[in-house]
């Protein structure tokens, strides 16, 4: 009995000591123990005190972790084989209309409202018509000071990666910056769709670019204005600005002249073909205006150059005009201002170089510091809008004030299909401007009185007739006056704009004023004339006086070449 009550004492005893300290937890206590001096101490400590085996929470946050780790690592393995083999990607970089597309079809669609990470940016132009339209007309003056509180804050895609299902498809967007480009930073969208074709990436761009026209343009009746833009880096044309489309109703311009340019551009609009306008007149006759409300007209955008621009040469231009898209309007404005008449043949050019070493290396005429500023001559001018990589489905507009001083390799017949000639305003012209300008505000000033801040006098005014603003026939009636009073031809549609826009409101003050105003401009347009002749004169002298110098230069050069001549004198003209 004695010995069977050892046995099974002794086998219990082994029994615990095993079911306590079992195997796994002492290879994790000396496996922790290498790693962490003194855990075993520790472990030992708890497991006397508190009876609770530290060795097994260990054990369990391995198998833990050792679990998570190979799940991560196949996870990986298969999101990146099916990243590799059944994804479809497309890159859109910020210098591209499809990037401004796909951000706007975003936003207009509320995706972007779902998203947790945005990019705010304030709008700061906005349309000053929705700024009038919260304001109370009450016969106070207009105070814009709480604008400033009314710019809506525009929100776009964060940087990161943002999970949309559009038309049943899941895309993903990762939005970050390239700052690695050479030319410079530029924001990037990788667009990625599940499976092995890009359809519906392709779809979704071109539902955004129909939904950015439908809903940005057409809706908001607005032309896009593109100018170019030059850098160290690149050169390309960027978006400037997007004015409402002018109706060319407001256009003062005789009516035949109206319909003949649309008539034309409606007819080399259809077929794909390239058309050239010279616009030619005094300053503001509407050469330029009647070339943003065309484009409205015919839907088409507005691109802007300068070949005065800085930074412009002749490889630049050559670029810009083959970026230019198939439908739209170029518009080249004072194109006399490039002075591309002042053009050199190879012989002048050497025989100009020459007198120039000869006399002073450092000096320069100011008809060549300006040819060197543009960098632009003639010919190069020429290949760009007409050479072998010209595109067609263009509208040229080429404006100037003096056509006399443009070459006629630019204007000839063949190059130049229409030249339209915009003259100053008729008396005609002058009575439409007047209605237009008084009876377009009957509506809205003949229910709401003016009044100014008040004053030590209340009672004196400068207008003894109260602010009644004339009826539509009253206006007509004194157009016709305001017509007569103005000399036929001799002021620009502009001028009278201005001339009536400073007496918006009182539209009798307007035909008191005109006799005075017509005897004041034409002094004043006198006193300029004589300045300018004096300047044409001076640079007539002055190109005379080079061209001369040059040829007298070279008969020189070549009799002393043919036969030495000791002692020339050398002959300047004083003319």
């Not at 330029?288 to 839907?299: D, E, K, T, V």
């Not at 209340?458 to 305001?482: H, I, R």
């Amino acid at each position: 009995m004695a010995d069977t009550s050892l046995f099974n004492s002794t086998i219990s005893q082994k029994w615990s000591f095993a079911g306590s300290t079992p195997l796994a937890p002492q290879i994790a206590t000396k496996l922790l123990e290498s790693f962490i001096p003194g855990y075993s101490t520790v472990h030992a400590f708890i497991l006397e005190v508190f009876h609770f085996d530290t060795s097994v929470l260990v054990t369990a946050a391995a198998c833990v972790l050792l679990a998570f780790r190979i799940g991560r690592y196949f996870w990986n393995f298969i999101t990146d084989l099916l990243w590799n083999y059944w994804t479809s990607h497309v890159v859109l970089n910020s210098k591209d209309d499809a990037w401004t597309h796909v951000v706007f079809f975003l936003d207009h669609r509320n995706y972007t409202g779902r998203s947790r990470s945005l990019t705010m940016k304030t709008k700061c132009n906005y349309d000053s018509s929705d700024a009038l339209s919260h304001l109370e007309f009450n016969g106070q003056w207009l105070n814009f000071s709480n604008q400033s509180s009314m710019r809506k804050p525009v929100y776009s895609l964060g940087r990161g990666t943002h999970w949309f299902r559009i038309n049943g498809n899941y895309f993903r967007f990762s939005r970050d910056v390239d700052r690695n480009h050479w030319s410079g930073s530029r924001d990037m969208i990788y667009v990625t769709c599940y499976g092995r074709s890009t359809e519906p990436i392709k779809k979704l761009i071109v539902e955004a670019k129909l939904v950015f026209y439908k809903e940005k343009k057409f809706n908001n009746k607005k032309t896009s204005i593109y100018r170019p833009k030059l850098s160290y880096w690149y050169n390309q044309w960027g978006f400037a600005n997007s004015r409402h489309r002018r109706p060319i109703d407001t256009i003062v311009l005789d009516q035949d002249i109206k319909q003949q340019i649309l008539a034309d551009i409606n007819d080399y609009l259809h077929p794909v073909t390239e058309r050239w306008y010279l616009f030619y007149g005094p300053p503001g006759t509407g050469k330029s205006s009647i070339c943003f409300a065309l484009a409205g007209i015919f839907g088409l955008d507005v691109y802007v150059m300068s070949l005065l621009k800085k930074g412009m040469n002749e490889e630049e231009l050559g670029k810009l005009f083959t970026s230019l898209p198939t439908r739209c309007i170029v518009l080249l404005e004072d194109i006399d201002a490039a002075d591309l008449s002042n053009r050199k043949f190879p012989e002048e050019e050497s025989e100009e170089k020459s007198t120039e070493k000869a006399e002073d290396k450092s000096k320069k005429s100011r008809d060549e510091k300006k040819k060197e500023e543009s960098g632009i001559s003639l010919s190069a001018l020429l290949n760009a809008i007409d050479g072998v990589a010209s595109q067609e489905g263009r509208v040229l507009i080429m404006t100037t004030n003096k056509p006399e001083s443009l070459d006629k390799a630019l204007t000839r017949p063949g190059r130049v299909d229409m030249q339209m000639g915009f003259q100053n305003a008729s008396q005609q012209q002058a009575r439409e401007i007047f209605e237009r300008m008084y009876i377009a505000d009957d509506a809205s000033t003949s229910t709401k009185q003016v009044s100014s801040p008040p004053t030590e006098n209340p009672k004196s005014t400068d207008n003894p007739q109260g602010n009644v603003f004339p009826t539509p026939d009253e206006v007509k009636s004194l157009a016709q006056d305001f017509a007569t009073r103005v000399p036929d031809r001799l002021f620009s549609p502009a001028e009278l704009q201005g001339f009536s826009v400073k007496r918006k409101k009182e539209p009798k003050k307007a035909l008191g004023d005109v006799q005075s105003w017509v005897e004041e401009t034409q002094e004043q347009k006198k006193k300029g004339g004589k300045k300018g002749e004096k300047k044409d004169e001076k640079k007539t002298r002055s190109k005379i006086r080079s061209k001369m110098r040059s040829r007298i230069a070279s008969m020189m050069r070549r009799n002393s070449e043919s036969t030495p001549v000791e002692n020339t004198p050398v002959v300047e003209s004083n003319n």
